[in-house]
């Protein structure tokens, strides 16, 4: 497998899965390129077992659940010394979308889904707008496809309540 | 809406549901007309979303920072790293299988040993044998006799004789009264065996004195056992111990020189040297005949130095020694002896 082929067909959903976990486009870019350094080096190890598409996104997912992690004890050293987690509230700036696609739904859709729980938010996302099969979002987060389901039940249900449709 | 019916419709969205959940789906439906609406909203819901993550552009700074990975084709990475993969695992193989040879090499089993076969007799099943008592069984049977057992039934070997402690011979020769007298100095041992000597015990044997010079002196010794009178000449000079002392004349009583007299060695005669009743030196001779003669010694320091005959007289005997014998207790000078040769009648 040459990593530009790889680079070419994943550059996109990896940006835009690292996008909607970040919360901004900077800390975006930075875990995207660190993704895909993980993904050349790899590559080699890559013997096909799995989808190249849960692959990659396993390596995606594991780099930015541990980000968060990381991102998050520094939030809560900084601004609570209480000690307790802080969820990361989105970017309050319009994302790329907004200069795409000019539409209301879209915004509130787009706020929504930053909005959701992360465990919410990465099932909806992966099948929603990367549209994995339930089994693959079960490989990639290591979940049962029972759970995937499910959650992406609520997730949906919650990003109506937000949406407001 | 409870959470069977939400995974139902987020089901339905995806078109997930089997045909029985799709009809139970419908029927609930069908009893509830909002369920339907919800179904409607769940899938623009998540069209929105698909049309949201089509409108996210990537960024062109993107393609910029992962230039450099893209530059570093990972195919070449894949030819030539199996290669070095391959050579590792190949060095390795022939890096153990060395060592494997020469710790073999060096552990070489020995070849097995001949199993040992047990000689086969012919023997009747129905034989009993009798295992002997132990030695120690019956206490009232004679044990075999063992290499302990024959040493201790040997008789003690005798032990060596002690060898006698020397003597030192000191003192001078002692004259008391005109009569000849062995001085062993303080040593009264000494003087007691020459006490004993003059009483008619011989001479050659008695004296641990006489003893010592046997074997110190082995020439003094043999005129000793030739029947020497005594072994006190200058040949006699005894050494004792580790040091060679300086033997003073000594002499027998005229008793045993009498009796020595008659002993001397074959092809020799005895002689005798008088100084008045006393004898000052004895010898032996080979060259003077038996009889009488008067003769003037010259004595220094202790040592005849010449021996002459009177005037008047045809001549002198002079016996082998007694030049150069010490005299001890005489005076330096000019002394008229007589020189006996052969035996004397005995008093």
Redesign the interface.
């Known amino acids: 497998m040459i990593f530009d082929e790889v680079y070419e067909r994943f550059r996109t959903p990896v940006w835009r899965l690292a996008r909607r976990l970040t919360g901004n486009d900077d800390e975006a870019l930075d875990a995207t390129q660190e993704i895909f350094l993980r993904v050349w080096r790899g590559l080699d190890g890559f013997r096909g077992e799995a989808k190249l598409s849960t692959w990659v996104f396993q390596i995606a997912w594991n780099y930015l659940r541990a980000y968060r992690r990381r991102r998050s004890r520094t939030l809560v050293a900084v601004d609570d010394p209480t000690g307790d987690l802080v969820e990361m509230a989105p970017d309050p700036a319009p994302g790329p979308e907004r200069h795409a696609v000019s539409s209301d739904l879209l915004d509130r859709v787009a706020a929504a889904v930053d909005g959701l729980p992360e465990h919410y938010r990465v099932v909806l996302w992966l099948r929603d707008a990367e549209d994995l099969s339930y089994a693959d979002i079960a490989a990639v987060l290591d979940l049962p496809v029972g759970t995937v389901r499910s959650r992406l039940a609520r997730a949906r249900a919650e990003l109506k309540r937000m949406v407001g449709v | 809406?409870d959470?069977k019916l939400?995974?139902l419709?987020?089901?339905a969205?995806?078109d997930?549901l089997s045909a029985a959940e799709a009809e139970e789906l419908a029927a609930r439906m069908e009893q509830d007309p909002e369920l339907a609406g919800?179904l409607e909203?769940?899938r623009?819901?998540?069209a929105?979303?698909?049309?949201?993550?089509a409108?996210?552009?990537?960024?062109p700074?993107?393609?910029s920072?992962?230039e450099p990975?893209?530059r570093?084709?990972?195919?070449e990475?894949?030819r030539v790293?199996p290669a070095i993969r391959w050579f590792g695992v190949a060095a390795a193989l022939v890096l153990g299988a060395t060592v494997a040879l020469e710790v073999a090499r060096h552990n070489a089993v020995p070849p097995p040993k001949p199993e040992r076969v047990s000689p086969v007799h012919d023997i009747d099943n129905d034989e009993v044998f009798a295992l002997a008592p132990l030695p120690t069984a019956n206490p009232n049977e004679p044990r075999p006799m063992g290499a302990s057992d024959r040493l201790l039934a040997e008789e003690p070997p005798e032990p060596d004789a002690p060898e006698p402690m020397p003597l030192e011979v000191i003192g001078p020769l002692a004259v008391s009264d005109g009569r000849q007298e062995t001085s062993l100095g303080d040593s009264g041992k000494g003087r007691e065996t020459a006490r004993t000597t003059a009483s008619g015990v011989d001479a050659a044997a008695a004296t641990e004195v006489g003893w010592r010079e046997q074997k110190a002196a082995p020439a003094a010794a043999d005129r000793v056992a030739g029947g020497s009178p005594t072994v006190s000449t200058n040949e006699s000079s005894a050494v004792v111990g580790n040091r060679r002392a300086e033997a003073a004349p000594m002499r027998a009583p005229a008793s045993a020189v009498e009796t020595a007299v008659d002993e001397a060695p074959a092809g020799r005669r005895p002689v005798v040297v008088l100084a008045g009743d006393r004898t000052v030196w004895s010898g032996s001779t080979s060259a003077c005949i038996d009889g009488r003669a008067a003769a003037v010694i010259e004595i220094r320091s202790g040592m005849v130095v010449s021996v002459e005959g009177v005037a008047g007289s045809e001549g002198v005997c002079r016996p082998d020694g007694l030049v150069g014998a010490r005299l001890a207790d005489v005076d330096d000078g000019f002394h008229e002896v007589e020189i006996i040769v052969g035996s004397r009648p005995r008093k």
């Open positions: 809406m959470d939400l995974e419709v987020s089901r969205v995806d997930d919800d909203d769940a623009r819901l998540r929105a979303v698909g049309r949201l993550a409108s996210m552009a990537v960024p700074a993107l393609d920072v992962v990975l893209r570093s084709a990972p195919v990475r894949a790293r």
